[in-house]
């Protein structure tokens, strides 16, 4: 078969012209040959099928996928070198909270150190306070006691006074003559003199009190801590029988009259508390009295 536009021979089965691609036309089932203008009228037709066809060529060449421009490549590019911007921002961003977070705990932990001193400074202080409070208040104590011992005095010359004014009383209605040593005289009974033998500890072999040896101590404030205080003492030397002698006394902070009867000759005087109820309310009423 011959290409109507460019006269070039082809296969019968061809379609299309193999030199210029032009359409070919199948011939008639005639054998009569082709007239001349039938075959430019198919020539025409061709190159008119020709150039209709090549527009869409055109075209689907153009549809077809296009390689990447340049200004996509170079946006790959940039997205390629953003990765690693970013990797190094994030990595400075991790160490800056590292650094952040080490620094908190440093100053926590110093933070609480400091507070940790400070309080065992309060504590040791404290104690210290503590400790000379303690030992102010126990010599406060001390001093106190001691001072409350003088306070709290059972008798004075007051009182003394008061005694010698009752028992030159008390004698008269007793029809009796005492020497007391509340009238500032001192009372002797064979080798017992008193105060002095109580005053300088010499009355252990002399003095018992119930047939007990006790001691004894003398005093005009009646203010210690001796379980008996003797604040005066009295004596009837022109007694009938025996010698009547009596030691005024605070039996453990309690005023009592203690009598003895024993002879001028005894050795030992021992002595009890006296009977006479009027003895004994007068010297108790002194002793209590404010």
Same mark, same amino acid.
């Given at each position: 078969?011959?290409?109507?536009?460019?006269?070039?021979?082809?296969?019968?089965?061809?379609? +299309?012209?193999?030199?210029?691609?032009?359409?070919?036309?199948?011939?008639? !089932?005639?054998?009569?040959?082709?007239?001349?203008?039938?075959?430019?009228?198919?020539?025409?037709?061709?190159?008119?099928?020709?150039?209709?066809?090549?527009?869409?060529?055109?075209?689907?060449?153009?549809?077809?996928?296009?390689?990447?421009?340049?200004?996509?490549?170079?946006?790959?590019?940039?997205?390629?070198?953003?990765?690693?911007?970013? $990797?190094?921002?994030?990595?400075?961003?991790?160490?800056?909270?590292?650094?952040?977070?080490?620094?908190?705990?440093?100053?926590?932990?110093?933070?609480?150190?400091?507070?940790?001193?400070?309080?065992?400074?309060?504590?040791?202080? &404290?104690? &210290?306070?503590?400790?000379?409070?303690?030992?102010?208040?126990?010599?406060?104590?001390?001093?106190?006691?001691?001072? $409350?011992? $003088?306070?709290?005095?059972?008798? !004075?010359?007051?009182?003394?006074?008061?005694?010698? &004014? +009752?028992?030159?009383?008390?004698?008269?209605?007793?029809?009796?003559?005492?020497?007391?040593?509340? %009238?500032?005289?001192?009372?002797?009974?064979?080798?017992?003199?008193?105060?002095? *033998?109580?005053?300088?500890?010499?009355?252990?072999?002399?003095?018992?009190?119930?047939? %007990?040896?006790?001691?004894?101590?003398?005093?005009?404030?009646?203010?210690? *801590?001796?379980?008996?205080?003797?604040?005066?003492?009295?004596?009837?030397?022109?007694?009938?029988?025996?010698?009547?002698?009596?030691?005024?006394?605070?039996?453990?902070? !309690?005023? %009592?009259?203690?009598?003895?009867?024993?002879?001028?000759?005894? $050795?030992?005087?021992? +002595?009890?508390?006296?009977?006479?109820?009027?003895?004994? %309310?007068?010297?108790?009423?002194?002793?209590?009295?404010?």
């Amino acid at each position: 078969m011959y290409c109507p536009n460019c006269g070039k021979k082809n296969d019968i089965d061809a379609l +299309f012209c193999e030199n210029c691609g032009a359409r070919l036309i199948i011939p008639a !089932s005639s054998a009569q040959p082709t007239p001349a203008s039938a075959v430019s009228s198919a020539a025409q037709s061709t190159s008119s099928t020709a150039a209709s066809e090549a527009p869409n060529a055109s075209t689907s060449i153009s549809a077809a996928p296009t390689a990447p421009e340049p200004g996509t490549r170079s946006a790959q590019h940039a997205r390629q070198n953003a990765q690693p911007r970013s $990797t190094s921002k994030l990595s400075w961003v991790i160490l800056i909270v590292v650094l952040a977070v080490a620094l908190g705990g440093g100053y926590y932990w110093l933070e609480h150190q400091r507070q940790s001193n400070s309080t065992a400074t309060t504590t040791a202080k &404290s104690s &210290s306070r503590t400790a000379t409070s303690e030992k102010a208040e126990s010599s406060s104590s001390s001093k106190a006691s001691a001072s $409350t011992a $003088t306070q709290t005095a059972l008798w !004075s010359t007051t009182k003394s006074s008061e005694l010698a &004014s +009752f028992m030159s009383s008390w004698q008269d209605t007793m029809n009796q003559s005492y020497e007391g040593t509340y %009238d500032g005289q001192s009372v002797t009974i064979g080798e017992l003199n008193l105060p002095s *033998d109580i005053k300088n500890n010499q009355y252990q072999d002399k003095i018992t009190v119930n047939g %007990d040896t006790v001691k004894l101590k003398w005093t005009t404030a009646a203010d210690t *801590d001796a379980k008996y205080q003797v604040v005066a003492a009295a004596t009837d030397p022109n007694a009938s029988s025996g010698v009547i002698t009596y030691l005024y006394v605070f039996h453990n902070g !309690s005023p %009592d009259v203690l009598v003895s009867q024993d002879s001028a000759t005894a $050795t030992t005087f021992n +002595f009890t508390s006296s009977q006479n109820t009027d003895l004994q %309310d007068g010297f108790a009423k002194i002793a209590n009295a404010d």
